[in-house]
């Protein structure tokens, strides 16, 4: 059975910092894709970033510059190092596990920047 589990999010300051860890278990092979989206009241989950196996990285334009995707193969974790943060990331941010064709998620962890 495939779980992802994430952890840290919180309150924050304009400007301040967060990181928010994910792990993966019940993966036996290396996982093809893993990454964060986030969803904000009223609007539609989107993409903030994701990387491959091989380390590529993709982040969605809002967050390039200020946010830091990295990944441990070895033990399928994904972590999101974000900065400079902005009332605009305010937001229900959830890890994503894509393996064998299919997409698993986490719980979603709450984000909340303050002006």
């Known amino acids: 059975q495939v779980q992802v589990v994430e952890s840290g999010g919180g309150s924050v300051q304009a400007g301040g910092s967060l990181r928010l860890s994910c792990a993966a278990s019940?993966?036996?092979?290396?996982?093809?894709?893993m990454g964060w989206y986030r969803q904000a009241p009223g609007k539609q989950r989107e993409l903030v970033a994701d990387?491959?196996?091989?380390?590529?990285?993709n982040y969605a334009d809002s967050v390039k510059g200020r946010f830091t995707i990295s990944r441990d193969d070895a033990k399928n974790t994904v972590a999101l190092q974000m900065n400079k943060l902005e009332p605009e990331d305010t937001a229900v941010y959830y890890c994503?596990?894509?393996?064998?064709?299919?997409?698993?998620w986490g719980q979603g962890t709450q984000v909340t920047v303050s002006s």
């Open positions: 994503n596990a894509y393996w064998a064709y299919k997409n698993y």
């Open positions: 019940g993966i036996i092979f290396t996982i093809n894709s």
């Open positions: 990387i491959t196996s091989g380390g590529r990285t």
